[in-house]
């Protein structure tokens, strides 16, 4: 029995859903070469063991199609066998691999131009000769150009360019060219030359004539040319219709007129061949170089372009390479040339040839005397880095490194060339450690290479002055930081910073006083107070704050301003002094002390312990009191000092006591000289021998006895 693919397929299906239902699941295990799965069991192409189909016991519908004469049986049993690689196939879901080629179930994708499945059936390989089965045809499949499959699988190769693919020919005046293959499949058309007046020699045209059966009627034969009948200037189709047999710019002219600057159909001089300026005629090569700097032009010949001379490129020089400068030459520049520079560098524009110092030489030379030379090893003298081998010139030799940290150096005994951690003060011309020898923060070559170390100790004791605290600061890279201030207003400095609390006025500032452990703003004049501190004047007086201290004897404040009293002082002010002797003072003309009795005011008398002629005057003495050191006062001559401790005054004798010795008291209560010649006496006192005592006076006037002569 036959099927169509239609039924076929209805087939397969049908079996596959059978199978299905009424074989049990033995499916999923894992199968390998050399590991066979369970009876009844197949390895599918993911490794895993699938059932087998057998084919039940079932009516298959007949679906025979009795013309399909030729059509492959495909009964059930032959439905029901497993696809292999290499079994025939009319779908990729037929075979294990998914892929179905050439009508064969194959291992790999196999659609190359050039590959094929079904040659070694199940396996792709590759192919010669024309493509397989349905593939494309090589393009030119057949010609003389056409590819065939050979070296490679996905491409056809063809004939190189080089391949003849059309001889050359010649037919009624005309030359065909030979051609060659493209190399991709394609002979070109082929070019056509007119032979011109010329006929075919061949596969070629005649080049001359020695008479007219060579030439094209109704050209002739004219000095070996064949030439046409037309005369120079008319247009021509090639040098058979010219009379001359000279077909230029399509016009017959009067010669070849082939050089790169002549031309035949100039304007006013058609058929004539002429010079042109510019740029070449017609069909003529084009100047060398146009377009470019060095391009040239017709002018001065007719054969040939003019070409500028002029400089295309100037000279250079670069990272050591020198690069020649380059001037026109028949409409190119010539290509450059370099030269390398070494031992020297590079110049503005070429290589300099002689050195005036190390910068004038390449990277490990060094100038010496106009010339670079190499350069030299480590520890050996040197002025500068190009010296050196190692490109480092320090502290006066080649050192190994740039050795460029602060604390290190090259030229240690012992270890010239070698860059050396050093301590102490930094060497050479390196700069010195910060504040060294001259602060306490000052630093030194120690445990770094590359700095000096530091202190971290103090450097400014905290202090405080004048009611302003400076503060304590600690070194910092070798400096001491800058001095920072405050104020401690409104408090007072303490032993070494400002206070921030008071017990009394005076841990306060100016013009603050302390309350209840704050200093504040201090009081107005005329406020009260009980301290200076509290007025802004800082003067309390009498309890409340006055403009002055108003400490004078004679002076009080009243409603904040101090004035002048008179009298007694005022009340808490000391009264002024007075001893009750009259020197005694009070307020007047000054305000700060009282004013006192004259010194020139005796305040006291005293007599000496006999009678004499003086008293003794005590004197104020200025300051209220009575001074206890007399002076003495002489008394009216003959009196003597008894009265009151006081000399007595003329007149006021009693008895001869208030008088000095020798004088004697008289009635009248003088006291006056007796004895004497004329001098006072009384009848009861006896003159002087030799004298009496007499009424001297005249008669009738008041007695006056005297001592007088008898």
Request: hydrophobic residues 25%; contains cysteine.
């Amino acid at each position: 029995m036959r099927f169509c693919p239609l039924a076929r397929t209805f087939v397969l299906s049908l079996l596959s859903w059978i199978a299905a239902c009424s074989t049990p699941d033995l499916t999923n295990k894992s199968c390998a070469a050399g590991s066979p799965c369970p009876s009844g069991q197949h390895c599918d192409v993911e490794a895993k063991c699938v059932a087998d189909l057998v084919a039940p016991d079932l009516a298959i519908p007949d679906l025979a199609i009795p013309d399909l004469a030729g059509a492959p049986d495909l009964s059930a049993p032959d439905l029901l066998k497993p696809k292999a690689n290499g079994d025939t196939c009319s779908g990729p879901a037929e075979c294990p691999s998914g892929v179905c080629a050439d009508g064969v179930c194959c291992a790999t994708v196999c659609d190359g131009q050039c590959e094929a499945c079904d040659v070694t059936p199940g396996t792709c390989t590759q192919v010669s000769g024309a493509p397989h089965g349905a593939r494309n045809d090589c393009k030119g499949a057949g010609s003389t150009c056409g590819g065939t499959c050979g070296t490679h699988r996905d491409q056809c190769d063809f004939p190189s360019n080089q391949t003849a693919c059309g001889a050359q020919s010649c037919t009624a005046s005309v030359k065909t060219l030979a051609v060659k293959c493209d190399g991709a499949g394609t002979c070109p058309a082929a070019t056509t030359v007119s032979c011109g007046a010329f006929d075919c020699n061949g596969t070629d045209c005649y080049t001359s004539c020695s008479d007219a059966s060579v030439c094209v009627s109704p050209a002739v034969c004219i000095s070996a040319v064949c030439a046409g009948q037309k005369a120079d200037g008319a247009t021509c189709g090639g040098n058979g219709d010219c009379l001359h047999g000279n077909c230029v710019d399509g016009v017959c002219c009067n010669s070849g007129c082939t050089g790169q600057c002549q031309a035949c159909d100039v304007s006013g001089k058609v058929g004539t061949c002429s010079q042109v300026t510019g740029a070449p005629h017609a069909s003529r090569a084009a100047c060398a170089g146009t377009g470019t700097g060095c391009g040239g032009q017709c002018g001065t010949q007719p054969t040939a372009c003019d070409f500028p001379t002029t400089s295309c490129r100037t000279a250079s020089c670069t990272a050591g390479t020198a690069t020649s400068g380059g001037t026109c030459s028949n409409g190119s520049c010539p290509a450059p040339t370099t030269t390398t520079c070494f031992p020297f560098v590079c110049g503005p524009s070429a290589c300099k040839t002689t050195c005036t110092n190390d910068g004038d030489c390449a990277v490990n030379d060094y100038c010496n005397a106009g010339s670079c030379a190499a350069t030299a090893p480590l520890g050996h003298l040197c002025t500068s880095n190009a010296i050196c081998g190692s490109g480092s010139c320090v502290d006066g030799v080649c050192c190994n490194v740039a050795c460029n940290g602060q604390c290190q150096a090259c030229d240690l005994p012992g270890k010239l060339g070698t860059c050396s951690q050093v301590s102490g003060v930094p060497h050479g011309a390196r700069p010195a450690c910060t504040g060294a020898g001259s602060s306490p923060c000052g630093g030194s070559c120690g445990a770094s290479a590359t700095a000096c170390d530091y202190p971290a100790g103090s450097c400014r004791a905290a202090s405080c002055t004048g009611g302003v605290a400076t503060a304590g600061a600690t070194c910092a890279n070798g400096t001491c930081p800058a001095q920072t201030t405050s104020t401690c207003f409104p408090y007072i400095c303490g032993a070494n910073a400002c206070t921030n609390s008071c017990t009394g006025d005076g841990d306060c500032a100016a013009n603050e006083y302390c309350n209840s452990g704050t200093c504040q703003a201090t009081a107005p004049l005329g406020h009260a107070c009980g301290s200076d501190g509290v007025c802004g004047s800082g003067h309390c007086v009498s309890g409340s704050c006055c403009d002055t201290a108003c400490n004078g004897q004679c002076e009080t404040c009243g409603g904040g301003t101090c004035h002048q009293v008179t009298g007694a002082p005022p009340a808490g002010k000391p009264a002024c002094t007075d001893d009750g002797t009259g020197c005694g003072g009070s307020c007047g003309s000054s305000r700060t002390a009282c004013d006192y009795t004259p010194t020139t005011t005796v305040c006291n008398h005293a007599c000496p312990s006999s009678s004499q002629g003086f008293e003794y005057d005590y004197l104020c003495t200025g300051s209220g009191t009575c001074s206890s050191t007399p002076t003495t006062k002489s008394c009216t001559t003959g009196y003597t000092c008894r009265l009151g401790n006081m000399c007595n005054a003329p007149g006021t004798c009693a008895m001869a006591s208030d008088c000095l010795s020798g004088y004697s008291c008289f009635s009248n209560g003088n006291c006056a000289l007796c004895g004497a010649l004329n001098q006072g006496c009384c009848p009861s006192q006896t003159c002087k021998s030799g004298l009496v005592c007499a009424n001297t006076a005249r008669p009738g006037n008041v007695p006056i006895f005297r001592c007088v002569t008898p």
